[in-house]
């Protein structure tokens, strides 16, 4: 049975930080993302790593959000720092059906395989 299971959410202010972190369990793939989605808008990609283990961001986390993975513990991480208001939403980790090079996974709902149920963030200005 695939597993993903994602903790770490919580309330911080406008300018703190939190680290998400995602076990995964019954599935192996190196293509997996974290995704969110706010209240009335739709969900949206925030990090990926692909097959090659680069990483991608949101335009809007660039530069804050930091993906990362222990696969020892087939764990994946996202550090949020310098979180802002409109970062407050539903985080999710997921995992690609196929794994490639590049973000595609992120712009592209079905081609992820599955999903964690979320973990709520909410900032305070």
């Known amino acids: 049975q695939v597993q993903l299971v994602e903790s770490g959410g919580g309330s911080v202010q406008a300018g703190g930080s939190l680290r998400l972190s995602c076990t995964v369990s019954?599935?192996?793939?190196?293509?997996m993302g974290w995704f969110r989605q706010a209240p009335g808008k739709e969900r949206e990609g925030v990090a990926g790593?692909?097959?090659?283990?680069?990483?991608f961001y949101a335009d809007s986390v660039k530069g804050r959000f930091t993906m990362s993975r222990d696969n020892a513990k087939n764990t994946l991480y996202l550090q949020m720092n310098n979180l802002k208001a409109e970062d407050t939403a539903t985080y999710y980790c997921?995992?690609?059906?196929?794994?490639?090079?590049?973000?595609?996974?992120?712009?592209?709902?079905?081609?992820?395989?599955?999903w964690g149920k979320g973990t709520l963030v909410t900032i305070s200005s």
């Open positions: 790593i692909d097959a090659f283990g680069t990483t």
């Open positions: 997921a995992a690609a059906r196929r794994c490639y090079g590049g973000n595609y996974f992120l712009h592209s709902p079905g081609a992820i395989a599955y």
């Open positions: 019954g599935y192996t793939t190196n293509c």
